[in-house]
């Protein structure tokens, strides 16, 4: 009784596990077949969904290049505030003097007025002088050449007798051959007599001309004669 009864639950729990395996071989065997024939990979493209699908066969998309980099700010310097130096003081006011109404015992009275500014002193501008032309060389006219052997005037015997003495000076203009065109009394001795004998004597003598710059010129010359008694 008791091994007939531990065998009768043993029989369908091995029946089972022989069913399970078979199928297990069975599906294997099955999955083998489909794909040597293909037929697994039209099951799978008919039961995997459309977008799926799809995806496989979309294009690639264009490749989107990044945008380039904003260059970054330089950052701004930040100007230090300079610290303002205080203005100067102004310096203290000078002391005002007041005018006292009572003069000093030595002051001057009156009142002084400061001199008025001295007006500006030109420059003096340096002006090179001018030389002046060189005199004229002159020659005067000449009584005294001992070649022109003029005699002495003649003292009149009247002025002898009388004592008349003196000295006259006679102009004379003498031209240029030497001879005298003209002749006057300057200077009178105080006597008519011997101042006409030496007017007539020296209208008589022969002269050396006078000449400016190596030329014979007309000149007037002063030729003074003495009487004097021995």
Do not use: C
Request: aromatic fraction near 4%; glycine fraction near 4%; proline fraction near 19%.
């Amino acid at each position: 009784m008791t091994s007939s009864s531990a065998s009768t639950p043993t029989s369908p729990a091995l029946s089972r596990n022989v069913l399970i395996a078979g199928s297990v071989v069975l599906f294997h065997a099955a999955a083998l077949w489909a794909l040597q024939t293909g037929l697994l990979r039209r099951a799978v493209e008919v039961i995997v969904p459309a977008e799926i699908i799809a995806e496989f066969v979309e294009p690639p998309q264009p490749k989107v290049e990044p945008p380039p980099p904003v260059p970054k700010k330089l950052p701004v310097p930040v100007k230090q505030p300079v610290a303002r130096k205080p203005d100067p003081l102004p310096p203290p006011p000078l002391p005002v003097a007041i005018a006292d109404p009572t003069p000093a015992p030595a002051a001057p009275t009156g009142v002084t007025t400061p001199p008025p500014p001295a007006p500006p002193i030109a420059a003096p501008v340096a002006v090179a002088p001018v030389a002046p032309p060189p005199p004229p060389k002159v020659e005067l006219p000449s009584s005294d050449a001992d070649y022109l052997q003029n005699p002495k005037p003649a003292y009149p015997a009247i002025s002898k007798r009388l004592g008349e003495q003196g000295k006259v000076v006679i102009r004379v203009l003498i031209g240029t051959d030497g001879t005298a065109q003209k002749a006057e009394i300057r200077q009178s001795s105080g006597y008519d007599r011997l101042d006409q004998a030496a007017l007539t004597t020296v209208q008589r003598w022969r002269y050396v001309p006078g000449k400016r710059n190596g030329v014979a010129e007309a000149m007037w010359f002063n030729i003074p004669i003495n009487f004097v008694l021995e």
